[in-house]
């Protein structure tokens, strides 16, 4: 159990649970108070809608409601067939697939087109004229209670992600400059094992600073978010830094495994270098940090190693706060 929920944001994912239940209950209301029977779309709209991007200016998905009305129209267009309801469910189902494909959500098809076409015919009767009126506007109905429970019940928050992610970046971190150091005290080789790691670790750190645009740009978009523009700025120097650290120790960490060579002073810059940096994205002070790093360089051996925890050093002190 602790491994299938290790990493997830659960309030996050909780707090997702609750807009949902709460937009898909709102909509069956209002549909209802409308003069709608049984409005199961108005429910179902906000149900697949809402995504809980932390980094979309309104966390629902355009395209699934899209996908939404599209289902909607097949469906009512079947029902106007003739066919039997086993060839309105073949059609409706080859139908809704390719224009989900076109309506895709991700990289994935958008499949709220043919669940919907099917709902629909299911739910059909004889009054089709009328049934086609009610399922249109009672699905815009839930479209627009999905955007506004969206929209005002706890809001996108990029900057919460954004820490939390650099939490993440911290521990990685540390850890890989911990087992690089220790593979220079023991001239161990270990490092070699881990290079895919340090790789991954460094890649997300990217990702991490692609999403920094995304995030300023949903809390400019979000009447809720203003406020967190001061802590996107200050997040945004730490984790440029994490990025650009994690990118030192891969770098590091591919020398070390070529090397293979034993040196406890440059171990000891190692660790020192690994103190500074997590200071810095902690937004500590790493000026001491730093100076043992630089004591620990003068008495190194290896000349290509000193030369790259110099430029790692070289590199913090230009990106921590003077």
Do not use: C, Y
């Amino acid at each position: 159990m602790h491994r299938l929920l290790a990493g997830r944001d659960l309030v996050a994912e909780l707090r997702l649970a609750l807009k949902m239940t709460i937009g898909g209950t709102a909509a069956w209301w209002i549909a209802s108070e409308l003069g709608a029977r049984r409005p199961i779309f108005a429910a179902l709209v906000p149900l697949v809608a809402m995504t809980g991007d932390p980094f979309a200016a309104v966390s629902v998905s355009v395209a699934r409601i899209l996908g939404v009305f599209a289902g909607v129209g097949i469906g009512i267009a079947l029902t106007h067939t003739d066919m039997s309801s086993t060839w309105r469910v073949a059609v409706a189902l080859l139908t809704g697939t390719l224009i989900g494909i076109v309506l895709k959500v991700g990289d994935r098809p958008n499949l709220e087109v043919p669940i919907a076409a099917l709902f629909l015919i299911g739910f059909a009767s004889t009054t089709v004229s009328h049934l086609g009126v009610q399922r249109i506007w009672e699905t815009a109905v839930g479209a627009g209670v999905a955007i506004i429970v969206a929209t005002t019940l706890w809001p996108p928050d990029p900057t919460r992600e954004l820490e939390r992610r650099l939490a993440r970046l911290r521990q990685a971190l540390a850890a890989d400059l911990a087992a690089i150091a220790d593979d220079l005290a023991t001239g161990s080789g270990a490092t070699s094992d881990q290079l895919t790691g340090l790789r991954e670790h460094s890649l997300d750190a990217v990702r991490d600073v692609f999403e920094l645009e995304a995030a300023r740009r949903a809390l400019r978009l979000s009447p809720l978010r203003h406020r967190d523009v001061a802590r996107l700025d200050d997040l945004e120097r730490r984790i440029n830094l994490g990025a650009r650290a994690a990118r030192h120790a891969r770098s590091l960490g591919r020398d070390v495994a070529d090397l293979r060579l034993r040196d406890p002073m440059l171990a000891a810059a190692t660790r020192h270098l690994a103190d500074a940096a997590d200071r810095g994205l902690q937004d500590h002070d790493a000026v001491d940090a730093l100076a043992r790093a630089d004591r620990a360089l003068d008495q190194a051996g290896d000349p290509i190693l000193a030369s790259q925890l110099r430029q790692f050093a070289a590199d913090l002190r230009d990106r921590l706060p003077s």
